[in-house]
């Protein structure tokens, strides 16, 4: 996530992106990404105060003291971002047999992390696969407090305490510190993406399953509303029907979205900025934490400049769990190079979707103290600038990453 190297590689289809990873929720980061960019714009601050308490009515606490200002975080701030699949009334008859029973309850099918550094600025978000099997927290429950629980899916940290446990889940599981949260359901990924005009994606093999709805021959499609969701859902239709291919897909369709909306087709168009504002915002349920206008106008104009290169979309390192196929593990090791990176806000080379590792750049030589420096020979980086080579199990993309995503048909 550097200005200097480029931060990923990826595997491909000639000029075309092999997906690598799995979980429904990139719904929420394109609203993450989306309340942020255009509050860089000026105007969210005005949008939330007109909103008032439709934004604010459903604000969560997390617990603990209440971070710094925006601006007071040195470290860069952490944003929990997560997509539910609750019914609602006016949704519910698109999604089939999910639907049928109210009491399965609400469920996060992914959790992201949103990582915004300290200068210089990178965005580097990080999916959590649904299937990762983590240690969950006690957690605040309307009936008290909830026992911790051992060996479970991620995504029922949500349905045990909501987005609050879910943020301790993730703390636990990364050490880091989650200073921000919120969480999205199936009509706000449909509204939010009608508002931006929809978001374009390359298929290079068709897509089509009954679970999800999607149905996509080969070529570019701007997704819009419902397909735009079924893309974001399919599992089975995905290269080979895992949920890491799904967050790979994901991951294709952010990288899409960020340039969509940093385009002058969005930003030069006053009119669709608003109403995307007021659409984002009356999406989302958010924490506490995230309900003042001035810490949402402080995001955006810390990210108004970032490049798209400099947005990195990757998925927590994981390994098939040893006793269960069907469940994944995390790789601690590869893990804790990722958010010791993030940490010290150094850009990232990232494996390609087949785990390639990607060699790390040769920096210059710095010169010899009192020596001037060789005409046309590039400078020493600045600390922090200095790309880190992840370990292959940590795959990815950046928001310049153009591909196609393979999917089969699954009858």
């Known amino acids: 996530m550097g200005r200097q190297p480029q931060r990923s590689t990826i595997a491909q289809h000639g000029q075309q992106h092999t997906p690598s990873a799995g979980g429904q929720l990139l719904?929420?980061?394109?609203?993450?990404?989306?309340?942020?960019?255009?509050?860089?714009?000026?105007?969210?601050?005005?949008?939330?105060g007109d909103l008032g308490a439709t934004y604010t009515a459903d604000a969560v606490d997390l617990g603990g003291d209440p971070p710094p200002g925006f601006s007071e975080l040195t470290t860069g701030a952490n944003i929990l971002?997560?997509?539910?699949?609750?019914?609602?009334?006016?949704?519910?008859?698109?999604?089939?047999?999910?639907?049928?029973n109210p009491e399965d309850g609400v469920r996060s099918d992914v959790l992201m992390l949103v990582n915004i550094s300290d200068e210089p600025r990178?965005?580097?978000?990080?999916?959590?696969?649904?299937?990762?099997?983590?240690?969950?927290?006690?957690?605040?429950?309307?009936?008290?407090?909830?026992?911790?629980?051992?060996?479970?899916?991620?995504?029922?940290?949500?349905?045990?305490?909501?987005?609050?446990?879910?943020?301790?889940t993730i703390e636990d599981l990364t050490g880091v510190d989650v200073q921000y949260?919120?969480?999205?359901?199936?009509?706000?990924?449909?509204?939010?993406t009608n508002a931006v005009g929809g978001v374009d994606i390359c298929v290079a093999t068709a897509m089509k399953d009954a679970d999800s709805g999607i149905d996509l021959q080969p070529g570019t499609?701007?997704?819009?509303?419902?397909?735009?969701?079924?893309?974001?859902?399919?599992?089975?239709?995905?290269?080979?029907?895992?949920?890491?291919?799904?967050?790979?897909?994901?991951?294709?369709?952010?990288?899409?979205?960020?340039?969509?909306i940093t385009s002058e087709q969005v930003l030069t168009n006053p009119g669709l900025l608003l109403k995307l504002a007021r659409t984002t915002l009356s999406a989302i349920d958010p924490s506490t934490t995230l309900?003042?206008?001035?810490?949402?106008?402080?995001?955006?104009?810390?990210?108004?400049?970032?490049?798209?290169?400099?947005?990195?979309?990757?998925?927590?390192?994981?390994?098939?769990?040893?006793?269960?196929?069907?469940?994944?593990?995390?790789?601690?090791?590869?893990?804790?190079?990722?958010?010791?990176?993030?940490?010290?806000?150094?850009?990232?080379?990232?494996?390609?979707?087949?785990?390639?590792?990607?060699?790390?750049?040769?920096?210059?030589?710095?010169?010899?103290?009192?020596?001037?420096?060789?005409?046309?020979?590039?400078?020493?980086?600045?600390?922090?600038?200095?790309a880190v080579a992840l370990p292959p199990s940590i795959t990815g993309t950046t928001g310049e990453t153009e591909g196609c995503v393979s999917g089969r048909v699954v009858r």
């Open 291 to 386: 309900t003042n206008p001035v810490t949402l106008v402080e995001m955006g104009l810390a990210l108004k400049d970032i490049p798209v290169s400099d947005y990195a979309f990757v998925r927590y390192p994981v390994a098939d769990a040893p006793d269960d196929p069907n469940r994944l593990i995390p790789i601690r090791d590869a893990a804790d190079q990722l958010f010791e990176a993030l940490e010290r806000n150094e850009p990232l080379l990232l494996a390609d979707a087949a785990g390639q590792a990607p060699e790390a750049p040769v920096e210059p030589e710095a010169p010899v103290d009192g020596e001037a420096p060789v005409e046309g020979e590039a400078p020493s980086p600045a600390p922090g600038e200095t």
């Open 81 to 100: 971002v997560a997509g539910t699949d609750n019914c609602e009334p006016e949704y519910a008859d698109l999604f089939g047999d999910r639907c049928a």
């Open 181 to 192: 949260a919120a969480s999205i359901n199936w009509g706000g990924v449909i509204e939010v």
């Open 27 to 48: 719904k929420m980061v394109g609203v993450a990404l989306a309340t942020v960019l255009v509050a860089a714009v000026g105007i969210t601050g005005w949008v939330v």
């Open 122 to 168: 990178r965005v580097t978000v990080v999916s959590f696969p649904r299937d990762l099997l983590v240690d969950i927290p006690s957690c605040v429950t309307d009936g008290g407090e909830s026992a911790p629980q051992y060996r479970q899916m991620i995504n029922s940290a949500f349905s045990i305490g909501g987005l609050a446990c879910s943020a301790r």
């Open 221 to 260: 499609h701007n997704l819009v509303g419902q397909d735009a969701l079924a893309f974001l859902r399919a599992r089975y239709s995905t290269e080979d029907g895992s949920d890491l291919n799904r967050i790979g897909n994901q991951q294709l369709y952010m990288s899409s979205l960020v340039r969509k």
